[in-house]
Structure formats: structure tokens, C-alpha cells
């Protein structure tokens, strides 16, 4: 991974500084609250309904084991003992005190960590697909290229005030692993008719109110004109987006209204007055893939018989195999999936001992690297498959191999009312009953690949825009109702999904689900997932039901 030099060490160590004397001066009176919500902002604090919130940027969810064994660290001394993972694969803590969030920035900066432009109208952390360079389906590990756009974006001294927040997502893969298409800028790495590897742009996705699908603006761009084009990009947003009226000011109402020919002809006549001085140099690449070489894999890690044996005698171990790891490009080595979505604990949510536990098996298993992903889980990436019987012990121990990657109960789930001033209505609460309404695991499995996405507000920090089951919360005078969409997805036949009908009740939202899933159990062919039959059959069948029971 990444390794700072003396110049980015300097850089988070000054901001760390500055933000200790702004803090101080607030905290004496001499910085007036619309003044420091700026500068807090700028370094990742919220102020939510308990305690103040800090977001720590984990650039494109690559960690170390040294720096989880700091976040545990942070969690013990600074929190209540846990944190969270967030769907932009960044940490959260929900309970810092505000006259100590500089020692934490401090605590973080020892590791080659910060919370700079996690929140923000400025350019957020860069994300991609969380199996990145091992990936059997991928052109060309995308990480070099996120760590390229993350130095440019840092400190970007033109976009750290643009109408919005703004975020970019990378994928090289077949299977789009990054939700690209809902960006506000999607890079893909692909190959021309002559082979050459470049990238396709996406620009003007986005969910929260306005649920948007990125629309393709360069079919086709050489590497060297990666920060160039991204530039453009920039320049014309800030020129342009709406600064009136915050909820038309992402790129994707600027995309709509304009119109994606005219945008992209704004886009092209910018590039072409900056490209030339901005190439990004075959040298400069180089560099960068030095840092992400590929681990020291063993070249006879395949020939192990362990591996099938456990499986063949152990079918809990088979079951977590099944769903909880992933192929590797490298013959004998999987990845793991760690799973944050055991039934009895909020989704995402991490205590200090589960990851000072995970960076030892790092360690022991999986090069020292640990990922966060999208959907609020951990992976270790490079496990041998002789190693993994006696890493799922360990997981089980922990509470960390519910084997439900995948399925209905690995629930994407924002804070909702619990912790968040925006909130309209509880997630966490209603993600719990949902878990415990369906708690048998064959049961589970049989359905297969169901995504549940709950949010508390429109702003959709969970996405339920796109969650093959939708659950928004709304606010009806005070009470908690909850609208459901079906048919979403994120993926390469990128979707939004469609109101099923009115809100329900909260009492009656576990009902509703129940329901919905009986219905596909009835309409569903032979091994047809639940998003085919939804596109199949259309929404109505799961309509009349719901609506029935009411």
C-alpha cells in the first residue's frame, strides 16, 4: 500500500496543528460557531444528536494491520469502544469529545491516517471495488490510479468549495464492485479495439433525493490524461453547479439540466485548454504500482488437500466458504469476507477488541492488510486455502463469520435517529427485527443474493435507492412510516428502484418484508434471484399482497 513521504507526513501533521488551535480558540469563545462548523467540517466533524462525529478517511478502504490496531486504540480511549464502517469504506466514531478530536487527529497521523475532506463541499475519498488486485475479472489492479486521484484531489486548492460534496469511484473489473454508475464521477478501466487498457468516464451519478445513473461523456481515454480530464470535469462543475438551492447542487442536476451532449461538449472545450502540461507520465504510473506490488505468494499454495477435507467433513465451515469468501487470482489463496452483520449487532459497527483481534490474523493470515467495504463489512484478501479452517475458528470466536455475504440479513444500514440530527426515523431498530423475524439460516440461503438497503433520511447515506429491497424513512407529524422500493441495484445493470406503494407503519415494516419475500418465493423459477424475478414479474404481485395484509 501507500507509504507516506516526508512531504505528505508534514502535510497531515500541520493540519493536525492548526485544527488543535482552532479547536482551542472555539472552545475559549474567540471563533464564533458558523465560523468553526467550516473548519470542523474540513477535518471530518459532525455534530450529531448525542456527541460530535468524526469520519476518518480510509482511501479506497485500504488498511493495514498498524493502523487498525491504532483504530482500536481511538475506540478504547477516545469512544465507547467501538466504531463503524461506513458505506464510503471510511471509519466513523460516534463519541468523541470535542476538546479531545485533535489528540485523536494526533493519535491518527502516527499511522498515516487523517479525517481531511471527509465531509464537506470538497472532493471525498476515492473508493473501488474491495477485491482489488486479486481479482480473477480484472484488467488492471485500479489502485494506483485511486491513489493518483487521491493525491490530486488532497488540498485541491480550486475544489475545496464547490457547491457540493463531491465523490469519484474507480472499477476494473467486468463486475462492477464500486457502484460507479452512481458517482458523481464513475472511471473504468477497459481496452480499446487495439487493446491498449484506458479509461472509460462516467459523470452526473448519485442517489440521495434525486437518484441519478451516471451517463457515459469519454467512451475511451488514454492514462496519461487521467488528471487532466478529471479536471475538466471539476472546472465545469464549479463554473456552473447550483450554489442556490443545496439540494440541486450535485453534478447530476447539472448533467440533467444541461443535457449529458452539451455537458460533454463543456467538458471537452475545457480539457482541451488544460490537458497539455497536466500527462501523467508512464514514469509517474510506475511509481505509484511500486507501491501495490503483490504480496509474496507461495507458487504451491494449490497443491494443500486440507482445504477439501475440512470442507467434506465440516458443512458450517462449507457454508462460510460458500458465502463468506471469494476467488483469488492466485491459484490456492481466497478472499475472506468479515462479516459486521452478526444478527444481534448494528450493521457496520466494529468493537476494539474484533479489530485488534483482525489485525493479528492479518498478520498471521493475509500479508498484514485488512479492506473495508461498501457495504460495511472487512476483508482479508490474500488467505491461503490451507490457513482458512483455522481462520473461520478464529472469526467464529469473534463473532465474525455469520456466513451471510450476500444474503438478506447483510443489511446496509445508516445511524438513522439513533445518532444522526438528519434522521427522519430509526434504522438500526428496524435492521435488528428484521434479523430476528428471519433467523434460520437454510431458510437464508435459499433465497439468495437479496440486498436490503435502510435509510433513515432522503439523503440516503444507506442507498436505499438502489437496494433490491428499498427502506426509507419518512416522517409523518412526529411518527415513524417507512416507504419501500423493490428492483434497485448498483451493479452493472445499474437500476433505481420502484415505490412498491404508500408507507407503511413501523410495526408493519417487518410484516412487509416477510411478505414481499413469500411473494418471490411463489414467483420465483428454478433458481432465479430475486431481482430477476422483480424485473420478470413487475412490482405488482408484491403490491397486492403487502397492501392486502393492511
Given at each position: 500500500m501507500y507509504q507516506y513521504n516526508d512531504k505528505d507526513q508534514?502535510?497531515?501533521?500541520?493540519?493536525?496543528?492548526?485544527?488543535?488551535?482552532?479547536?482551542?480558540?472555539?472552545?475559549?469563545?474567540?471563533?464564533?460557531?458558523?465560523?468553526?462548523?467550516?473548519?470542523?467540517?474540513?477535518?471530518?466533524?459532525?455534530?450529531?444528536?448525542?456527541?460530535?462525529?468524526?469520519?476518518?478517511?480510509?482511501?479506497?478502504?485500504?488498511?493495514?494491520?498498524?493502523?487498525?490496531?491504532?483504530?482500536?486504540?481511538?475506540?478504547?480511549?477516545?469512544?465507547?469502544?467501538?466504531?463503524?464502517?461506513?458505506?464510503?469504506?471510511?471509519?466513523?466514531?460516534?463519541?468523541?469529545?470535542?476538546?479531545?478530536?485533535?489528540?485523536?487527529?494526533?493519535?491518527?497521523?502516527?499511522?498515516?491516517?487523517?479525517?481531511?475532506?471527509?465531509?464537506?463541499?470538497?472532493?471525498?475519498?476515492?473508493?473501488?471495488?474491495?477485491?482489488?488486485?486479486?481479482?480473477?475479472?480484472?484488467?488492471?489492479?485500479?489502485?494506483?490510479?485511486?491513489?493518483?486521484?487521491?493525491?490530486?484531489?488532497?488540498?485541491?486548492?480550486?475544489?475545496?468549495?464547490?457547491?457540493?460534496?463531491?465523490?469519484?469511484?474507480?472499477?476494473?473489473?467486468?463486475?462492477?464492485?464500486?457502484?460507479?454508475?452512481?458517482?458523481?464521477?464513475?472511471?473504468?478501466?477497459?481496452?480499446?479495439?487495439?487493446?491498449?487498457?484506458?479509461?472509460?468516464?462516467?459523470?452526473?451519478?448519485?442517489?440521495?433525493?434525486?437518484?441519478?445513473?451516471?451517463?457515459?461523456?469519454?467512451?475511451?481515454?488514454?492514462?496519461?490524461?487521467?488528471?487532466?480530464?478529471?479536471?475538466?470535469?471539476?472546472?465545469?462543475?464549479?463554473?456552473?453547479?447550483?450554489?442556490d438551492n443545496k439540494f440541486k447542487a450535485r453534478i447530476k442536476i447539472l448533467v440533467k439540466e444541461t443535457g449529458v451532449e452539451k455537458f460533454t461538449e463543456m467538458v471537452n472545450a475545457e480539457w482541451q485548454q488544460i490537458k497539455n502540461g497536466m500527462e501523467l507520465s508512464e514514469q509517474r504510473i510506475n511509481d505509484i504500482k511500486a507501491h501495490f506490488a503483490p504480496p509474496a505468494y507461495l507458487t504451491n499454495a494449490d497443491q494443500d488437500k486440507s482445504f477439501a477435507l475440512h470442507k467434506k467433513q465440516d458443512s458450517e465451515f462449507a457454508t462460510w466458504i460458500k458465502y463468506n469468501t471469494a476467488d483469488h487470482k492466485i491459484a490456492g489463496y481466497r478472499a475472506v469476507f468479515i462479516s459486521l452483520k452478526a444478527p444481534d449487532s448494528p450493521p457496520g459497527d466494529i468493537t476494539h477488541t474484533q479489530l485488534d483481534a483482525i489485525a493479528d490474523l492479518s498478520d498471521q493470515y493475509s500479508f498484514g492488510e485488512i479492506r473495508t467495504t461498501h457495504r460495511q463489512n472487512l476483508v482479508l484478501a490474500d488467505v491461503k486455502q490451507a490457513d482458512l479452517h483455522q481462520l473461520w475458528q478464529n472469526l467464529n470466536t469473534l463473532d465474525l463469520a455469520t456466513p451471510n455475504i450476500g444474503t438478506i440479513t447483510d443489511i446496509i444500514c445508516c445511524p438513522g435517529l439513533d445518532f444522526c440530527s438528519l434522521a427522519n426515523a430509526g434504522s438500526i431498530g428496524i435492521t435488528k427485527q428484521i434479523n430476528e423475524a428471519i433467523d434460520n439460516q437454510d431458510y437464508i440461503h435459499d433465497l439468495g443474493d437479496i440486498k436490503i438497503n435502510i435509510s433513515g433520511c432522503m439523503n440516503g447515506c444507506a442507498h436505499q435507492s438502489v437496494g433490491h429491497i428499498g427502506i426509507l424513512g419518512v416522517d409523518k407529524k412526529g411518527v415513524e412510516w417507512y416507504q419501500i422500493t423493490l428492483g434497485g441495484s448498483s451493479e452493472n445493470e445499474a437500476a433505481i428502484g420502484d415505490r412498491l406503494g404508500p408507507a407503511v407503519a413501523k410495526e408493519h415494516v417487518v410484516k412487509t418484508i416477510t411478505t414481499i419475500l413469500d411473494v418471490y418465493i411463489q414467483q420465483r423459477l428454478e433458481d432465479e434471484s430475486f431481482l430477476n424475478t422483480v424485473k420478470r414479474v413487475g412490482i405488482t404481485p408484491f403490491k397486492e399482497q403487502v397492501y392486502a395484509n393492511h
Open positions: 508534514t502535510l497531515i501533521d500541520e493540519r493536525v496543528a492548526q485544527f488543535r488551535g482552532q479547536t482551542e480558540r472555539f472552545l475559549r469563545g474567540e471563533i464564533g460557531e458558523d465560523q468553526f462548523r467550516a473548519l470542523r467540517l474540513m477535518n471530518g466533524l459532525y455534530i450529531q444528536t448525542h456527541a460530535p462525529m468524526l469520519r476518518v478517511a480510509v482511501p479506497y478502504g485500504l488498511l493495514n494491520s498498524r493502523k487498525v490496531r491504532k483504530l482500536a486504540e481511538i475506540a478504547r480511549a477516545y469512544d465507547k469502544g467501538y466504531c463503524h464502517i461506513s458505506t464510503r469504506q471510511n471509519v466513523q466514531y460516534n463519541w468523541p469529545e470535542l476538546e479531545k478530536v485533535p489528540d485523536i487527529l494526533q493519535e491518527l497521523a502516527s499511522v498515516q491516517m487523517h479525517a481531511i475532506q471527509t465531509s464537506g463541499n470538497c472532493l471525498r475519498n476515492t473508493t473501488t471495488d474491495h477485491l482489488a488486485g486479486v481479482a480473477p475479472d480484472e484488467i488492471e489492479d485500479p489502485r494506483p490510479y485511486c491513489e493518483i486521484i487521491r493525491q490530486w484531489t488532497t488540498f485541491h486548492p480550486e475544489f475545496a468549495y464547490l457547491p457540493r460534496k463531491f465523490k469519484i469511484a474507480v472499477s476494473a473489473t467486468t463486475t462492477d464492485r464500486a457502484a460507479t454508475q452512481f458517482h458523481d464521477i464513475g472511471v473504468h478501466l477497459v481496452k480499446n479495439e487495439s487493446g491498449d487498457t484506458g479509461f472509460r468516464i462516467l459523470a452526473g451519478g448519485g442517489l440521495g433525493r434525486t437518484p441519478i445513473i451516471g451517463k457515459i461523456i469519454k467512451p475511451y481515454l488514454e492514462k496519461q490524461h487521467l488528471l487532466s480530464y478529471l479536471e475538466a470535469i471539476l472546472r465545469v462543475y464549479n463554473l456552473h453547479g447550483r450554489r
